[in-house]
């Protein structure tokens, strides 16, 4: 079964290493790496979603701010006064 989920990918050409890579910081990535931080590290529910969610900020929060702000769509001082305000 696993290997035809990988052939299925590659015919649509995906790179058959990016798979793995790509799941483990997807929505179903933060489910797996939960779980093992709770189960095999012995976590806190709490500690394993605090941890999963500092691991997908920066593939996805930190770049998609990135690119709105090369495209100019971004309110530096806006955003920083904003934040002052979460303190």
Same mark, same amino acid.
């Given at each position: 079964?696993?290997?035809? $989920?990988?052939?299925?990918?590659?015919?649509? =050409? *995906?790179?058959?290493?990016?798979? /793995?890579? !790509?799941? $483990?910081?997807? #929505?179903?990535? =933060? %489910? !797996?790496?939960?779980?093992?931080? %709770?189960?095999?590290?012995?976590?806190?529910?709490?500690? *394993?979603?605090?941890?999963?969610? *500092? &691991?997908? #900020? /920066? /593939? #996805? =929060? $930190? !770049?998609?701010?990135?690119?709105?702000?090369?495209? =100019?769509? %971004?309110? $530096?001082? *806006?955003? &920083?006064?904003?934040? &002052?305000?979460?303190?």
């Amino acid at each position: 079964m696993q290997g035809n $989920l990988h052939a299925r990918i590659s015919q649509r =050409g *995906a790179k058959r290493d990016s798979f /793995p890579r !790509l799941y $483990l910081i997807s #929505i179903g990535g =933060g %489910v !797996l790496i939960t779980h093992t931080l %709770v189960f095999l590290f012995k976590f806190s529910q709490q500690q *394993a979603q605090g941890t999963t969610l *500092a &691991l997908l #900020i /920066p /593939p #996805i =929060g $930190l !770049l998609a701010a990135l690119t709105y702000y090369q495209q =100019g769509f %971004v309110n $530096l001082k *806006a955003a &920083l006064l904003i934040c &002052l305000g979460f303190v």
